[in-house]
């Protein structure tokens, strides 16, 4: 079946320092990648996402690129501040055409601190 | 517009009883997907409603089931509990269709079952 694996945490990085979250998959078609993010005590926020190889998902100064050749989908920083201390999910989805549904099958997790 | 309601926020519950828990979408959103959140297992899917009917079931025993009403409100009932079950439930809405599935969480319920 479908899998999710990302670098194990945590991550502690200065404030300025260069972000990368490895995330790679498996899956049986061609599935939507996506980065979420987890706040203290919060739900997940979509960070980005990429629905096609070679597409690059962008927000907030994270960007991330599908890469289909080496099914990966890492995840980039240039300068991380002290509020994306979070933990951050590497996920896909992958229709499941008989049905028209979809489920996100998400990786474990990895949770990022960023001191001043 | 309104984001994902998730209600309550925090339950405590004892083992053997039973839960209700309740996710209101986006409007609009026909899709509502439920997912178990724990320190051990991660985020793993439980089910999927789409305008009222089941579209897609997980890997979890027969007391956790859930039903989507005709305003896209959905709830997820989880019987007979043990303390397992202890987790932080997310609600997931979407569109629900191939061409625009973006998924917008709620901020959750934690159970805690003691």
């Known amino acids: 079946g479908d899998s999710v694996t990302q670098m194990e945490g945590p991550v502690t990085l200065s404030e300025e320092a260069f972000l990368t979250i490895n995330c790679t998959y498996t899956?049986?078609?061609?599935?939507?990648l996506f980065w979420y993010v987890q706040y203290p005590g919060e739900g997940l926020q979509l960070l980005l996402k990429a629905t096609k190889a070679d597409d690059k998902g962008s927000n907030k100064g994270f960007e991330a690129t599908y890469r289909k050749e080496t099914t990966s989908f890492h995840l980039e920083k240039g300068s991380v501040q002290v509020s994306d201390s979070a933990v951050y999910f590497c996920a896909l989805s992958e229709g499941n055409v008989g049905a028209g549904s979809y489920q996100l099958t998400f990786g474990k997790g990895t949770k990022l601190s960023v001191i001043p | 517009k309104a984001g994902v309601t998730q209600t309550p926020r925090y339950l405590i519950k004892t083992r053997g009883q039973q839960v209700t828990l309740s996710c209101s979408p986006i409007s609009g959103h026909r899709s509502v997907s439920w997912y178990q959140q724990t320190p051990g297992q991660g985020l793993q899917f439980l089910f999927e409603?789409?305008?009222?009917?089941?579209?897609n079931k997980g890997n979890f025993p027969g007391r956790f089931s859930g039903r989507q009403f005709s305003n896209s409100r959905s709830e997820m009932n989880v019987s007979t509990l043990e303390l397992g079950d202890s987790a932080l439930y997310l609600c997931?809405?979407?569109?629900?269709?191939?061409?625009?599935?973006?998924?917008?969480f709620g901020s959750g319920t934690r159970l805690t079952v003691v």
């Open positions: 899956a049986t078609g061609y599935p939507s």
């Open positions: 409603y789409f305008s009222e009917t089941q579209r």
């Open positions: 997931a809405s979407s569109s629900g269709t191939a061409d625009n599935y973006g998924y917008t």
